[in-house]
């Protein structure tokens, strides 16, 4: 895949983000024609859950976890005891994960939106931070103060550069 193709779906996930769709959503459905999923509604559906960190718990980035889903499309292991297969999607997303967070100090929603401080929210003492499940409503103003559509097109670039060798 050409820088110029990568750019391309970078920019669609950003589109989707700022038309309202989550990050999850947006760097999932940018990206999932690629494993034959054309459905785009059904790239949407399946990737819904992950935004705001998880159902707005606001864990792990909705923009990683879009990156993860698409790991599994790519080498994700359908068998039970394949423990190769399995050490291999995981080596992936770690390292998907590895170069999302050397580029913003974190994977998680709080601390990327600054709710949290980085490295509060890590390990087994994982804290949920957000208990509201109503979405912020989608304004200029929401759009001019979230960091997301740089992060989201950057999970894209990442998750594409990661694959295209």
Do not use: W
């Not at 054309?38 to 980035?61: P, T």
């Not at 974190?106 to 601390?111: M, N, V």
């Not at 949920?128 to 979405?135: E, M």
């Amino acid at each position: 895949m050409t820088e110029q193709e990568i750019e391309s779906r970078a920019q669609r996930a950003v589109e989707l983000f700022k038309n309202g769709f989550n990050c999850a959503q947006a760097v999932f459905a940018s990206c999932a024609d690629i494993y034959g999923i054309k459905d785009e509604q059904l790239a949407l559906r399946l990737s819904a859950s992950f935004g705001g960190g998880m159902g707005r718990m606001r864990l792990v980035c909705g923009a990683a976890s879009g990156m993860f889903m698409l790991a599994g499309l790519q080498n994700g292991s359908f068998t039970p005891h394949d423990n190769e297969g399995k050490m291999a999607n995981y080596a992936f997303v770690q390292q998907l994960a590895g170069d999302f967070k050397a580029q913003y100090g974190s994977l998680i929603c709080a601390e990327l939106l600054g709710l949290a401080p980085k490295g509060a929210v890590t390990g087994y003492g994982l804290q949920v931070t957000g208990d509201d499940p109503k979405p912020a409503d989608r304004t200029p103003e929401y759009y001019e103060k979230r960091p997301c559509p740089e992060m989201i097109a950057e999970a894209v670039r990442i998750y594409l550069r990661n694959i295209k060798s």
